[in-house]
């Protein structure tokens, strides 16, 4: 079994910037790949940002050029740096592993972008 806790979500005005981590029970390193998901309000979860083993990254169109997924060895997290940020991008924010087909999901954190 594998915990995952996210931090970092807020209340940030449109163009400002937050940043999420995820922290996993064991080694960012010792899953296949991570990645940041969200769900809004009455739509379904959608992959945000998604990192390799090797690194290999890919990003939804909607946040390109303005979110950067990363892993940290120093703090063991998966991190998701989101500047420009728009109120469409308001929801709530899931980190998720792949254990090598055995998937973890966090619990969510609120990412809320509003004046």
């Known amino acids: 079994q594998v915990q995952l806790v996210e931090s970092g979500g807020g209340l940030v005005q449109p163009g400002g910037s937050l940043r999420l981590s995820c922290a996993p029970s064991r080694s960012i390193f010792s899953f296949n790949a991570a990645g940041w998901y969200r769900q809004a309000p009455g739509k379904e979860r959608e992959l945000v940002a998604h990192?390799?083993?090797?690194?290999?990254?890919n990003y939804a169109d909607s946040v390109k050029g303005r979110f950067t997924i990363s892993r940290d060895i120093a703090t063991n997290t998966v991190d998701l740096q989101m500047n420009s940020l728009k109120s469409e991008d308001t929801a709530v924010y899931y980190c998720n592993v792949d254990n090598y087909g055995l998937v973890y999901w966090g619990q969510g954190t609120q990412v809320t972008v509003s004046s």
């Open positions: 990192i390799t083993k090797p690194g290999r990254t």
